[in-house]
C-alpha cells in the first residue's frame, strides 16, 4: 500500500541554521509533491509545488528538492526564525485526472531563539 | 479576499446525535474536499466535490457520513448517530480544477468532540 513518512514528528533547531525536513515514500509514483505548513488551530497553507520532471524549487527562503529514484522529497528553510515554527505537511499528487493528495503526517518544527 | 470558511469552529455532541458541519468555498472554485484530521495523524481524504460531477465518496469511513454540494458552492458534510471515534478536526479545502497546480485553500476546520 502507499505510504508517506515525514522524518521526524519533531525537529527542534537554532534560530539562524538551516531546517530541513524529509518526506519519503513506497509504493508511490507521483507526478508532483506539495509542501505545507500548519499552525496550531488553522487549517495548512500552500507553500510549494514541485513536479517530477524538476530537481529543486526555491521560493525566498523556502528550498524543496525532488529525487524520483530516492522517493524522497527534502524541504529546506534557510536562516530559520522562530516565526517559522509550524507543522510541515508534504502531499503526493497522482498527476493528470486524478484530484486526490495524500498526506504525510507532519513534522512539527520548533526554531528555539 | 475571503478565503475558505467553516462553521462552526467548535462543535461539542453526544454519542448518538447527529451533526452538521458547513463549508463555504473561495468564490469560483469548482473543486471541494472534506478531510479529517486526528491528533497525531495525517489528513484523511473523506470526500471531493468536483463541478457537476458525481461526488467521489470513497473516503467516507461509513455510512453515518454523507456529504452536499448546493450549487456548486456551500457543502455540508453530515454525521449520523455520532461515535467518540469521530472526535477530529474536519477540514475542508477549495481549488480551481484545470490549473494544473492543484494547490489547496483550506479553512481553518471544525473540531468536533463527542462526548
Known amino acids: 500500500s502507499q505510504k508517506i513518512e515525514q522524518n521526524s514528528e519533531a525537529l527542534n533547531i537554532q534560530e539562524g541554521k538551516t531546517a530541513t525536513l524529509t518526506c519519503n515514500y513506497t509504493n508511490y509514483s507521483p507526478a508532483y509533491l506539495q509542501w505545507y505548513r500548519q499552525d496550531p488551530g488553522r487549517g495548512p497553507v500552500f507553500l510549494l509545488l514541485?513536479?517530477?520532471?524538476?530537481k529543486e524549487k526555491r521560493k525566498e527562503r523556502l528550498k524543496v528538492t525532488f529525487d524520483t529514484t530516492l522517493k524522497q522529497s527534502l524541504f529546506h528553510i534557510t536562516a530559520s526564525q522562530p516565526a517559522d515554527s509550524a507543522t510541515y505537511l508534504c502531499?503526493?499528487?497522482?498527476?493528470?485526472?486524478?484530484?486526490?493528495?495524500?498526506f504525510g503526517k507532519g513534522t512539527k518544527l520548533s526554531v528555539i531563539p | 479576499g475571503a478565503g475558505v470558511s467553516q462553521s462552526p469552529s467548535n462543535k461539542v455532541t453526544e454519542k448518538g446525535k447527529d451533526v452538521e458541519l458547513r463549508c463555504d468555498p473561495i468564490s469560483g472554485h469548482t473543486a471541494l474536499y472534506w478531510y479529517r484530521q486526528s491528533l497525531g495523524q495525517g489528513l484523511e481524504f473523506l470526500i471531493y466535490?468536483?463541478?457537476?460531477?458525481?461526488p467521489d465518496k470513497s473516503g467516507l469511513p461509513s455510512d453515518r457520513f454523507s456529504a452536499e454540494r448546493t450549487g456548486g458552492s456551500v457543502s455540508t458534510l453530515t454525521i449520523q448517530r455520532t461515535q467518540q471515534e469521530d472526535s477530529a478536526v474536519y477540514l475542508c479545502a477549495s481549488t480551481v480544477w484545470g490549473t494544473g497546480a492543484y494547490e489547496q485553500y483550506f479553512g481553518p476546520g471544525t473540531r468536533l468532540t463527542v462526548t
Open positions: 466535490f468536483q463541478g457537476n460531477s458525481a
Open positions: 514541485i513536479r517530477e520532471n524538476e
Open positions: 502531499a503526493l499528487g497522482s498527476g493528470a485526472g486524478s484530484y486526490q493528495l495524500t
